[in-house]
């Protein structure tokens, strides 16, 4: 995909990124520079759940999420409830806990889902929802 053409879109969806969105969910912004979107949510009782969106080729392909702990170093265990999209299990691409989730390239090019093409999401994701979806999921798990 053309370089000028994701960064527009990556720019499109963070621009909705507000300082008043970021406070009223207790998100904290790391960084929102082409092509990583990096985010930590936050909650009282609870370690911060920092996500790094990986968006290079945004959004002929969907973003790649790595799950990360406040100080930007890879989870050994995933957030936990039944039926969570966190998944403690290794991604064959990367050997770590993934984001087992529609709309992320973990689960795109995982071997269990690799006939849900991302074609049939990619109109209806954007960087926004996907953090939203991904925020409701970690508010289910366990602290």
């Not at 959004?59 to 969570?84: D, R, T």
């Not at 299990?89 to 989730?101: D, S």
């Not at 390239?105 to 953090?131: M, Q, R």
């Amino acid at each position: 995909m053309n370089e000028a053409v994701s960064r527009a879109l990556f720019e499109r969806d963070v621009s909705g990124l507000s300082e008043r969105l970021l406070t009223s969910r207790n998100w904290k912004l790391y960084s929102r520079e082409f092509p990583v979107l990096d985010v930590g949510f936050r909650a009282e009782g609870r370690p911060e759940l920092r996500l790094r969106l990986g968006v290079k080729n945004w959004n002929e392909e969907p973003a790649s999420v790595e799950l990360l702990n406040s100080a930007g170093e890879f989870l050994i265990q995933a957030p936990q409830h039944p039926g969570s999209v966190f998944n403690n299990g290794a991604h064959p691409a990367t050997g770590r806990p993934f984001v087992c989730m529609a709309g992320t390239l973990e689960y795109h090019t995982h071997p269990s889902h690799v006939n849900d093409s991302w074609e049939n999401f990619k109109n209806k994701v954007t960087l926004g929802s996907l953090l939203t979806q991904l925020w409701s999921a970690w508010l289910k798990s366990k602290p």
